[in-house]
């Protein structure tokens, strides 16, 4: 009896791990419900809440999509990882270290292809800009993220500023009536040193002008060279970015996984 006693007061589970996972998963769950919600209310003000069908009516890439998918999985993750360690739940706890540990795996598979396959994600981001260049005007958010690239990494397009032809408003074809026909957009142009905005900036840029005269206006290489040369540039900060990343998510997976340990050594001597 004595020796049953002592066994069952030898197994505990550690309160360290219990509401260091605790914490920081709700710091996780707190963060994915702020991008649940500023993603829906995007969408609200847009009218897509009223309108679903409206969703596929976008021809390039609606950046709500990336709060709303992130937010999700935070949300999930956050709430699995902590309830199942503040409750002591076994199955919300393997939920969160099998999810985690999923997200970890396909990270994993693609910086490998990415890597492996170089030409073809150019190839794909090259394919994705231009997509996006058609439907700039369709989407505000979109034509947000454009120019903040744009401006960002100081380039015009995905090759360069006559990607802008593939729009319906900027395009040089003599049946465009636009006041934009032949131009790009004002995040093209280079920064006024005064750092005043002008939207205007963009009109007529292309139009008879030589390499040379459109350098002194506005950017003339593609956003896929700069942002490639921007990894490169600063690929020692975005290596450790995602080696930060991948580590916290080890982590996470070992504190669930010895908590999962601890409620069944418990368990075991009941």
């Known amino acids: ?4 006693h002592n066994q069952f007061k030898g197994a505990e589970v550690s309160c360290c791990v219990k509401y260091f996972l ?3 998963n709700i710091i996780f769950w707190l963060l994915g419900a702020a991008f649940l919600a500023i993603g829906l209310w995007a969408w609200a003000e847009k009218g897509v809440l009223s309108n679903l069908s409206s969703i ?6 609606d950046p709500v999509w990336l709060f709303i998918v992130v937010g999700g999985v935070m949300f999930v993750l956050g709430f699995a990882g902590c309830i199942g360690a503040l409750r002591e739940n ?17 990270e994993l598979t693609a910086g490998i292809l990415a890597f492996v396959f170089k030409d073809w994600i150019k190839d794909q981001l090259n394919f994705f800009i231009n997509n996006n260049i058609k439907a700039y005007r369709d989407d505000i958010d979109l034509q947000n993220l454009i120019d903040f690239a744009q401006g960002y990494w ?9 990607d802008w032809n593939l729009n319906m408003y900027f395009n040089c074809t003599d049946q465009n009536p636009s006041r934009e026909r032949c131009g790009v957009p004002f995040s093209c142009c280079v920064k006024d040193p005064v750092g005043v905005v002008n939207r205007q900036c963009g009109y007529d840029a292309r139009i008879d002008l030589t390499m040379l005269d459109q350098h002194k206006t506005i950017y003339t ?3 896929v060279g700069q942002f490639e040369k921007w990894v490169q540039d600063n690929l020692i900060i975005v290596a450790s970015s ?7 998510q080890i982590f996470g997976i070992c504190l669930a996984q010895n908590l999962v340990n601890d409620i069944k050594a418990v368990k075991a001597n009941w």
């Open 242 to 248: 995602f080696v930060g990343i991948a580590l916290l």
């Open 56 to 61: 596929t009516d976008l021809g390039g890439f």
């Open 22 to 24: 605790f914490g920081f």
């Open 90 to 106: 076994t199955l919300l706890l393997k939920f969160f270290s099998v999810f985690l540990g999923l997200i970890f795996f396909l």
């Open 221 to 223: 290489k593609g956003c």
């Open 1 to 4: 009896m004595n020796r049953k």
């Open 154 to 162: 100081s380039c015009c397009g995905a090759n360069g500023p006559n």
